[in-house]
């Protein structure tokens, strides 16, 4: 028992990265199964936990209306929306000439449309309290941001024609080097992280105690 | 960077371990190289072709599109077997480095070519034909250094010694059928049992449209509109090949059909560079982590983002407020996430400590189930296994910008303390951050998402950026094992800027090998 | 010591509350949609060759539009297809529409329908058909090489094609004077090789400003004639067919947005740099 | 108009029930409500920029259990069914195309496993799961990272430097690739972690914070004008297809005072 609660989970890991790992580099049919095998079964294992995760969501609202906690006729929308919705869908499927449709059509869609909007309102504000030369590193990201950020409209070529052409410049050689750097940072410690889990070194994921 | 080698000489180990490495890839990966460079690869690269006298002007029209498939095209050949440059070299070979779906033909092209030389394979299941038009390109099209990347060769970088002189073509895993008007694939009515593509894609070499569809006796109406013929060449086990080639209207064709099978391959040559950074940096964490093991002690700069943690916390503690954690919009296939939730088990820990709540909403359900498991045991490392409670770490929904609304609702009115964005983010991180910003709670965020990382920059108190969102777990757990990570990350670092310098100096003075070990063919 | 002082404007200024700054920007960009002020916008000669490309067929050319985009690059490519279809009917020409997305279906009728209000004696049929979506995306183009009646027997609004006054004239890709793709993914590619290159026909290109720069190439290798990329270009056809519309006042408020954002920027680090210079005199003076 | 489904067209066989249904969900008064439940969730939802309240209360908690639903069952259509239910059951699948397959119990006996934490002293089995899941994808993503981004990263940053200087645009050439290569290199060692950043490697740390810096501050002005856009259409959808051209067209004219 103890095995299959410590042991076996770390060999699991070990047998399961090094066989996707070596699969890489085998071009051989059996390979490409493999990688489908594994992945379509990580998709059942996740409708698995959607299950699991839909109760937690409809246990924490149940608690708040159990509990009457502040503001809990709000969970007793989400509760309701949640469970019509998974009905309507399951019995009539969600294509647009189905009621689940139709709700997606012009409630999930125009809603999910307004909140990708409010980040214009964001960025504005967001760029207004930023953008202050404190130190010279942020003079450094008020620079580069106001030259590229009015250098791709109309009103830039007002104030100097070659104001696009510099912002490109901005774009694909200081910004391109900053984010290059980033990228082989983070890619080093992907591998890093990565053979600390295979090699069960990394097992946080697992929790700990019994 | 002496002076990171200074006490201990782990550039010395490095350099064995990593020869070592090359030395054990190179031997693993002969006997594979051996399988593709038979007898019949082309070893002789930089050879001229028979000096064919080729130079025939004329404005000739290709005429793929009148080719019928199941043509022989025996009828000419002697006829102009004199003027008509015949091809010479002439191999076939299976393709390296796949699935066995692929074979492969390689000639030398003549001295100088035109488009009025035009060159046919030729592809049948017997010796004795039928014979079906595989493929039929001008002369100058088609060189063995545009393939380079099928055909790695012992070195993955040896692809820049395929020359310029000489052609090959690919045959692939291709099927018999077409498109009907509505793009739907009907088989064809004819038993053709093995036919190969009369012209890759829709159009010829020559951009013209390749034969228009059948017509349908009885209705007079196109029954087609586009013709694709396939052949698997595992399936068919051996089959045989024949090249011509035309000027003019006269055709020569190679005397020798050439018989070939293909194969399916167990190493990916390509990738071997792949494998041995592989095996190179995974050998040097792993060496640090054991150094780590013996001797404990390791330097660690400081990660200001991850010093304010406990401020974070105790300020939360003191105002009887909540924690905010998110793990990020990314699933656990990603690794990011799995960074952050190592974060969580630290911040769980400090938390239960301070007896303060801790509020996570998750995005994806497995992601869900882990973090419920990381929190409850980091509560039990902290000897409060009494104050997890399941419903803190609890489902919103995998959409984004609802996710994104249900997080902004409760920080309007929770009002957590502290706010950590960890992991994986897109659009909405900015949303998350100037709200969180707008209720005055401390803002830890740290993400490797580089089109993200401005937005967490500007609004938030403290950000990890990129790699330092990896360091977090090491930094704040200050366990010798993953502090060693840390340093063999930065030896490879090390490595990876040493070789930058040597390559860019290389190439500058133009020497290309240096880059071409770094070439990601797959 | 100055806890009593009454703060200034600059300092006030400098805590701005943010919803006054998204008030702002809600105006910025709602004014010029209701007033679209008509920003000088420079053409560029791309955009330029598709209007006289248009502008100098002799009327009652075929022109072929294929709509290919879906209702996320509504707000760049639909006033850009509003204005070229304008144009286009304002000329007299005989125009067929296809669409290979199959979203954008919508997006083309609405359009449609809002052209007939602006010219009543358009008629369907015979001075456009509007073939609506087919499956099959390169096929589809392979296909209307051949005929349009044949790939798509039944219209939008399921009138059979065959026998359309419109399709007597005009019913193949060869067939056309001119093509204009309006594309937000890579359709435009496949009308290229398989289309427009084929049957040797002028082509242009409506897209967004992201896929773009993928487009410019053909653009520098003449098989496309012209490009409108984004708003900006959509503006750009507007003020040359002299209809300033949804994308003149979109990139109104685009520049307002920027503008303001700019000015807000500019002047905050000005008075934050008084800021600091008022505080440095007053240490001295307290000194 | 949002994308209404052209679903009418693109399938041909519908029961009658099914395109009764249809024709309902299409009808202009469905359209209309459509657009007026949209307009509306629209401005509750933009309402909450200003402040918390109960509209957006409202909105976010529907959105919640709307999105959380449709997600849900869109999961069960597109992975469940193909994957999990027609493999055990093929004669569920009308094309006839999934045969027998019951290897899936095995993820299904795992899926199990995550559900079986609601049952006190079995929680440790879905570690069991975890183990699987994350060992198979770290294990799929380490040869990608090295393949699709360290590997391409590191080969474009070696690249020549055109130290040969003849005329303006060489001299840019010049700079650009001293830009990158500096640049890069100073980023990296900004990400030294087991060195103190002072003296020669705090210098050069410092140039790595100040190119990204410049990299961020690029990139934040690079992405207002998509964000702006997105509000912009949301506008034009509030002002011209709700409210209606015409009026708002009118509107306009009596300020205009014409």
């Known amino acids: ?210 | ?522 | 010591m100055d806890k009593e002082r009454k703060p200034s404007f600059v300092e006030r200024f400098l805590q701005m509350d943010r919803r006054i700054i998204y008030t702002l920007v809600a105006l910025a960009v709602a004014i010029p949609l209701l007033f679209p002020m008509g920003l000088p916008i420079k053409v560029t000669p791309e955009v330029r060759s598709v209007y006289d490309t248009i502008e100098n067929l002799p009327a009652g050319s075929n022109i072929l539009m294929s709509v290919d985009f879906d209702p996320a690059s509504q707000p760049e490519l639909y006033p850009m297809m509003k204005s070229v279809m304008r144009h286009v009917v304002r000329k007299g020409h005989k125009l067929a529409i296809t669409v290979l997305w199959p979203n954008g279906v919508n997006l083309a009728a609405q359009c449609i329908e809002e052209l007939k209000l602006e010219f009543p004696e358009w008629t369907n049929t015979v001075d456009y058909v509007f073939l609506g979506y087919q499956v099959g995306g390169a096929i589809v183009i392979m296909s209307v090489g051949n005929s349009f009646s044949e790939t798509f027997p039944k219209d939008y609004y399921g009138q059979s094609t065959a026998g359309m006054p419109i399709i007597k004239e005009f019913n193949k890709l060869g067939e056309a004077d001119y093509m204009v793709m309006f594309e937000a993914g890579n359709s435009g590619d496949w009308w290229i090789v398989y289309g427009t290159e084929v049957h040797d026909v002028p082509v242009a290109g409506g897209v967004t400003a992201v896929v773009a720069p993928q487009y410019y190439p053909y653009l520098q290798a003449k098989q496309l004639n012209g490009i409108i990329g984004g708003l900006k270009g959509a503006a750009e056809y507007e003020k040359l067919t002299e209809v300033p519309a949804l994308a003149t006042s979109a990139m109104d408020s685009q520049s307002m947005v920027h503008a303001l954002i700019f000015v807000a920027i500019v002047l905050a680090n000005i008075f934050a740099l008084m800021l600091v210079a008022e505080k440095r005199r007053r240490a001295q003076e307290g000194r | 108009m949002l994308n209404l489904a052209i679903l009418l067209q693109a399938e041909s066989e519908l029961l009658p029930w099914q395109q009764s249904m249809a024709d309902f969900f299409f009808s202009d008064g469905m359209v209309t409500l459509g657009t007026w439940i949209a307009a509306g969730l629209t401005l509750f939802m933009f309402s909450f920029v200003y402040k918390d309240n109960p509209l957006f209360r409202f909105g976010e908690h529907l959105y919640l259990g709307i999105s959380a639903g449709y997600l849900m069952s869109l999961y069960f259509f597109n992975n469940m069914k193909p994957k999990f239910f027609y493999p055990l059951m093929p004669f569920l699948d009308v094309s006839g195309d999934t045969t027998l397959n019951l290897w899936v119990l095995i993820p299904g006996i795992l899926g199990l496993f995550i559900i079986f934490r609601l049952i006190p002293g079995w929680g440790w089995l879905s570690r069991i799961t975890f183990a699987f899941y994350i060992g198979g994808f770290t294990g799929i993503t380490l040869p990608k990272v090295l393949n699709g981004l360290l590997l391409p990263q590191f080969y474009a940053t070696i690249d020549r430097i055109p130290y040969m200087v003849t005329s303006w645009d060489e001299l840019v050439l010049l700079i650009n690739a001293l830009v990158l290569f500096v640049g890069a290199l100073s980023v990296l060692v900004y990400f030294f972690f087991s060195v103190e950043h002072r003296g020669f490697v705090g210098g050069v740390s410092r140039v790595g914070i100040y190119t990204l810096m410049i990299a961020f501050g690029a990139s934040f002005g690079y992405t207002i004008m998509a964000r702006v856009s997105l509000l912009i259409g949301r506008m034009q959808f509030l002002m011209f297809d709700w409210i209606g051209e015409e009026i708002v067209g009118r509107i306009a004219v009596l300020f205009h005072g014409g």
């Open chain 2, 1 to 522: 960077m002496g002076y990171l080698l200074k006490g201990h000489k782990p550039m010395r180990n490095l350099i064995r371990l990593a020869t070592l490495i090359i030395i054990l890839a190179c031997l693993c990966s002969l006997p594979a190289i051996g399988q593709e460079t038979g007898a019949e690869v082309p070893d002789k690269p930089a050879a001229a072709g028979e000096p064919g006298d080729a130079e025939e002007a004329g404005p000739e029209a290709l005429e793929d599109a009148d080719i019928v498939i199941g043509m022989e095209p025996a009828g000419e050949e002697e006829a102009s077997a004199v003027e008509v440059p015949l091809p010479s070299q002439v191999t076939v070979g299976d393709l390296p480095n796949d699935d066995g779906t692929a074979v492969y033909l390689t000639w030398d092209a003549f001295p100088q070519e035109t488009s009025d030389v035009t060159y046919t394979v030729y592809l049948a299941e017997s010796r004795d034909g039928p014979w079906f038009e595989a493929v039929s390109f001008p002369a100058n099209e088609e060189y063995m250094e545009e393939y380079g990347h099928y055909f790695p060769g012992f070195f993955w970088f040896q692809k820049a010694r395929h020359p310029k002189s000489r052609h090959v073509v690919i045959v692939e895993d291709v099927r018999i059928g077409e498109f009907n008007r509505t793009g739907e694939e009907i088989m064809l009515p004819e038993p053709v049992g093995f036919t190969i593509e009369p012209n890759v894609g829709p159009k010829n070499e020559d951009g013209e449209p390749i034969e228009p569809g059948v017509i349908d006796e009885l209705t007079g109406e196109e029954v087609v509109s586009q013709k694709f013929v396939e052949v698997e060449p595992r399936k068919v086990g051996t089959m045989f090949l024949k090249l011509t080639s035309t000027v003019n209207g006269e055709t020569a064709t190679y005397p020798e059909i050439l018989e070939v099978g293909a194969r399916q391959n167990w190493f990916d040559t390509g990738r071997l560079n792949v494998l041995i950074f592989a095996v190179l940096f995974g050998a040097t964490v792993l060496y640090f982590i054991a150094r780590a093991r013996r001797d404990p002690d390791l330097f660690i700069r400081k990660i200001s983002g991850l010093d304010a943690v406990d401020e974070a916390i105790g300020r939360a503690t003191e105002m009887g407020k909540p924690i905010l954690y998110l793990n990020g919009m990314s699933s656990l296939a990603d690794l990011p996430t799995l960074a952050a939730l190592n974060i969580l088990g630290r911040v769980a820990r400090r938390v239960a400590n301070y007896e303060s709540k801790l509020t996570v909403p998750c995005r994806d359900p497995i992601v869900l189930t882990v973090a419920q498991e990381i929190v409850k045991a980091g509560y039990a490392d902290a000897g409060r296994p009494d104050a997890y409670n399941a419903d803190d770490i609890f489902f919103l929904t995998e959409d984004q910008f609802s996710y994104a609304a249900a997080v902004c609702g409760i920080m309007m009115r929770d009002k957590p303390a502290a706010n950590f964005f960890m992991g994986y983010y897109y659009a909405e991180s900015l949303i998350l951050a100037e709200t969180g910003a707008s209720t005055g709670a401390i803002q830890i965020a740290g993400t490797d998402a580089p089109t993200q990382l401005p937005f967490f920059v500007t609004t938030c108190d403290y950000t990890l950026i990129g790699e330092e969102l990896y360091a977090a777990s090491a930094y704040l757990s200050r366990e010798p094992l993953v502090l060693g990570s840390l340093k063999g990350q930065d030896m490879a670092k090390v490595f990876m800027m040493f070789m930058i310098v040597v390559g860019t100096l290389l190439m500058t003075f133009g020497v290309n090998f240096v880059k071409d070990l770094f070439k990601a063919l797959g």
């Open chain 1, 1 to 210: 028992m103890q095995f299959l609660r410590k042991q076996f989970p770390v060999m699991l890991a070990f047998v399961m990265g090094m066989t996707m790992f070596i699969r890489e580099f085998v071009p051989a049919k059996f390979s490409e199964r493999l990688y489908y095998g594994f992945t379509n079964w990580a998709i059942v294992i996740t409708g698995f936990a959607a299950v699991f995760a839909i109760l937690s969501l409809l246990h924490h609202h149940m608690n708040k209306v159990r509990r009457r906690a502040q503001g809990y006729g709000y969970s007793v929308i989400t509760i309701l929306a949640f469970i019509q919705m998974i009905i309507l869908g399951l019995v009539f499927s969600v294509e647009p000439r189905t009621p689940a449709g139709w709700e997606y059509q012009w409630m999930f869609v125009p809603m999910q449309a307004t909140m990708f909007a409010t980040l214009a309102f964001f960025i504005a504000s967001a760029a207004f309290r930023a953008f202050r030369a404190r130190t010279w590193e942020a003079l450094a990201l008020l620079i580069a941001g106001l030259i590229v950020m009015i250098g791709r409209v109309p009103i830039g070529e007002y104030i100097s024609t070659h104001l696009g052409t510099f912002a490109d410049w901005i774009m694909n050689n200081p910004n391109m080097a900053g984010f290059r750097g980033i990228v082989l940072g983070v890619a080093l410690a992907q591998v890093a992280i990565a053979v600390r889990i295979i090699f069960g070194i990394e097992r946080t994921y697992m929790g700990g105690g019994d």
